[in-house]
């Protein structure tokens, strides 16, 4: 992510967990700008988790631009999704 460049996307979820490091590999590897936001060390981030999720901490958690958010997302659903949004690079 260069500096100027904001992130556009949100990641929730914690790094023990394999699901996100997979997410979050995925997104790098497609330099689509995140911000990354652990959920054990932030509590908001916690509860807001848990608001989405019908009570449960359901990991990653990745919100977009447009408000849509993935849960748990296989690779091929979050591909789908970024190309949908037009965040991938040509």
Aim: aromatic share 8%.
């Amino acid at each position: 992510m260069s500096e100027t460049q904001q992130p556009t996307v949100k990641m929730y979820g914690a790094m023990w967990c394999g699901d996100t490091r997979r997410a979050r590999a995925w997104l790098d590897s497609h330099q689509v700008a995140y911000l990354w936001i652990d959920v054990d060390k932030d509590k908001e981030a916690e509860v807001y988790v848990k608001s989405v999720n019908r009570g449960n901490r359901s990991i990653p958690t990745i919100v977009f631009p447009d408000g849509s958010i993935l849960t748990e997302p296989s690779i091929s659903k979050l591909e789908a999704h970024a190309k949908e949004l037009g965040l991938l690079p040509a």
